[in-house]
């Protein structure tokens, strides 16, 4: 196997504009290699490709890229730059083509992932919608990376995450953040439940609100319906109840 401080020497000593798109700063490439090096990496993703995936080609034993190389016709060469690179280990490689806004939702995973980088289109909402299709996958323990959270958007997601109990800020290296996963129960990807994510309940003020329309984020002490109630938001609930006559 190859020596991965010899591989990062080499990868760092690549221009930064090797491919059009630009790459990760070296103190990030020497972050990835010191925080994930020392992990096991069974299954990881990154979203966007480039110098980083010459580093996960090596640190991962399964290492999916969703990626593109050109837009509309104008080449990036962001993938083809990779395959050509003698520093890129291709067997650890699965190369998913193609913008991440369709081909992420459509990706069936099979296994928890250790490492996930978002770093494809920046555009809002596309990180987010990226970080909605891999957070389910991530494993306790496993490391979040998220790029350029100098771009307003990605900034505002960063802060999201800061905030919530499934990911720990490890560190901010450049314009990187580095999380970890918690094990703190995941975040249903298929119901509501803003009012229990730390983000809006420490913004959420229910001074010029009705009580009636505060959340309700204690936990909920009585039988299965009512429990259920407890999910939908009040407002919601509430209209719900005047259409639904009361059966009990
Ligand atoms: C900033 S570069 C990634 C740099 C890389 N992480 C590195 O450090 O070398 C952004 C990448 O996202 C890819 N990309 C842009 N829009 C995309 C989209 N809609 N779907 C998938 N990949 C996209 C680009 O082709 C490029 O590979």
Redesign the pocket.
Known sequence: MADIQEILDQVEQLPHDWHI????SKQCLRAIVRLAGGRKIHHSV???????TLLFSHLSEDHKV????D?AGAV?G?ISCVKDSPLFNGATVEWIEG???RTLPKYEFQHKLQLA?I???HGYP?PDMEYYYLYPHLDEGALLIV?DIHIATIGHLFDFLKEDDMFRLLEVVDKTAFFERTAAPLFDPYMDGWWQQNYNTRRFSTENTSDASAPRVAPYRGNVMKRAENLIWGPVRRRLRQMIPKSR
Request: aromatic fraction near 12%; charged fraction near 15%.
């Open positions: 798109c630009g790459s990760m990154e979203t966007g490709s480039g110098k980083t969703f990626s593109l190389n837009f990036n962001s913008p991440t806004q980088l770093d494809g289109p596309f790029d």
